[in-house]
């Protein structure tokens, strides 16, 4: 009886304790899991909760008053997908669910509101362009029968807000017709956004997980575009190319373990700096496994809500 009580205490605790990533009182939007998808990323920004402005186009092709909303975003499912939802002052809601898909290397999201309760969801599909929008498309014929798309588009992302805007456009995207844009920019409500400790955290085990994995592109990522690292017995090397370049120097060897354990994180602003250890196993080309450990010193920068490497320099501690 004694060993049932036991189990009935910790087997709850114990089943709590792996969704560390969901809502809670400490963060009440969630936070991005380690072992997501990197490109979960890209809706980093607008995590939180925004005050905008949404405009729907009429019939007659003119603009109808814009109507206050509020738009929130979340991390879902132990922070391996996104929520959002609006709520506008007129009394319609809507919502969608997040889903990025490696296999796809798309975004799926899935949309459902209160004006049009549907027994399917409509499906958007698509990805973060190179010049930092979130591109989303869904088939639709216009009003006069011609094939195209319904296509949203997040803009102007940044820490105070965004923009986005519904436009019809033909199969070559030479039509084009905007029928929706909201504007958030400005809106942002920063009380309500995700720890920014805990991003640094999540993007040290994104390193470690593309170093293990040999994903170079994943860990030139991980650094501004201006970074500088500070390898032991080397030069500095400075830019993202160079960077990647310096880490693909040793793919030879397969990197079995990889952690990192920062003593102490502090922010400054839109900077932070961290230092700590850390330690790993490696198979060298010869068969051989090495086990090595090592400090380090790393300031980042934060870039569109992303806290990414600045300055990296780190050395090894001999056995």
Not at 56 to 81: C, H, Q
Not at 96 to 111: A, L
Not at 245 to 273: C, Q, V
Request: aromatic share 14%; glycine share 8%; net charge neutral.
């Amino acid at each position: 009886m004694k060993k049932l009580l036991y189990l009935l205490v910790i087997f709850p605790a114990f089943t709590f304790a792996q969704f560390n990533f969901e809502p809670s009182l400490e963060h009440p939007y969630g936070l991005p899991n380690p072992d997501a998808p990197s490109e979960l990323m890209d809706f980093a920004p607008l995590i939180g909760e925004c005050q905008c402005k949404s405009e729907l186009r009429k019939a007659d092709g003119t603009w109808a008053e814009p109507v206050s909303m509020i738009w929130r975003f979340k991390y879902i499912m132990n922070g391996m997908a996104i929520q959002d939802e609006t709520l506008k002052e007129d009394g319609t809601y809507s919502g969608s669910i997040r889903q990025f898909i490696p296999d796809s290397t798309r975004w799926y999201v899935h949309y459902y509101s209160t004006p049009s309760t549907v027994t399917k969801l409509p499906t958007w599909e698509g990805k973060k362009t190179e010049d930092g929008k979130i591109v989303l498309y869904r088939e639709q014929k216009a009003p006069n029968g011609t094939d195209g798309f319904y296509k949203i588009s997040f803009y102007n992302i940044n820490e105070s807000g965004f923009k986005w805007i519904g436009e019809w456009v033909d199969k070559t995207e030479s039509v084009i017709y905007p029928t929706w844009k909201i504007d958030c920019s400005n809106g942002k409500n920063s009380i309500y956004q995700p720890d920014d400790e805990a991003k640094i955290m999540a993007a040290t085990k994104v390193f470690s997980k593309a170093y293990m994995e040999g994903d170079f592109e994943t860990i030139a990522n991980s650094y501004t575009e201006d970074a500088k690292i500070f390898p032991n017995n080397a030069d500095i090397i400075a830019g993202r190319e160079a960077i990647k370049k310096r880490w693909m120097l040793g793919s030879g060897t397969k990197i079995l373990r990889h952690e990192i354990n920062p003593e102490e994180i502090t922010f400054l602003g839109d900077h932070a700096y961290d230092y700590g250890y850390f330690q790993g196993k490696s198979e060298n080309k010869d068969g051989s496994v090495s086990n090595w450990r090592g400090k380090y010193v790393v300031v980042w920068k934060k870039e569109n809500g992303n806290w990414k490497m600045y300055l990296d320099i780190w050395n090894r501690i001999r056995n």
